[in-house]
C-alpha cells in the first residue's frame, strides 16, 4: 500500500490575486481519489485561491476515475466561475491523465492546463488578466 503523501504552498499572483499548488507524492491507489478530495476541499476552503496549480511531478498516476478533485477544484462555488488550474505533470502521469481529461471532455469544459513545471504554471498565472 502506497501512502499519499500531500503539502501545499500559497504564492501571490500579482494581478489574479493568491494562487495554491497543491503536490502529491506516491502511487496512485483507489484510496487516494477520497483523501485528495478532502485536502483539496480543505486548502481551497483555508487559502480561497484564485488558481490551483497541482503539482504531481513525484506522482505515479497509471489509471483510474477517482482523481475528480484534479478537476472538480476548477469551479469556486462561491463565485460561482471556473478558476485557472494548471496541473504539473509528466511521463505515465502526464499521458494517463491527459487521456483521462481529453476522453471525457473535462479540460473542455473546465481548461485544465497541463505543464512541465510549477513554475510554468505560475509564469502562465503572472500573465493572465485577473478574472
Given at each position: 500500500m502506497s501512502h499519499l503523501i500531500a503539502e501545499s504552498r500559497v504564492f501571490q499572483i500579482s494581478r489574479l490575486g493568491t494562487a495554491v499548488e497543491i503536490s502529491f507524492r506516491?502511487?496512485?491507489e483507489w484510496t487516494h481519489g477520497s483523501e485528495m478530495h478532502r485536502y483539496v476541499e480543505r486548502m481551497i476552503s483555508e487559502n480561497?485561491?484564485?488558481a490551483i496549480v497541482f503539482n504531481l511531478l513525484d506522482y505515479r498516476y497509471e489509471f483510474g476515475n477517482d482523481v475528480t478533485a484534479l478537476f472538480t477544484a476548477a469551479y469556486d462555488r462561491e463565485?460561482?466561475?471556473?478558476?485557472p488550474v494548471y496541473i504539473?505533470?509528466?511521463?505515465?502521469?502526464?499521458?494517463?491523465?491527459?487521456?483521462?481529461f481529453k476522453t471525457s471532455k473535462i479540460q473542455q469544459a473546465f481548461g485544465t492546463e497541463f505543464v512541465e513545471s510549477v513554475e510554468d504554471a505560475l509564469q502562465r498565472l503572472a500573465g493572465r488578466e485577473a478574472v
Open positions: 506516491g502511487t496512485h480561497r485561491p484564485a463565485a460561482k466561475k471556473i478558476r504539473a505533470a509528466t511521463g505515465t502521469t502526464y499521458t494517463s491523465l491527459c487521456n483521462l
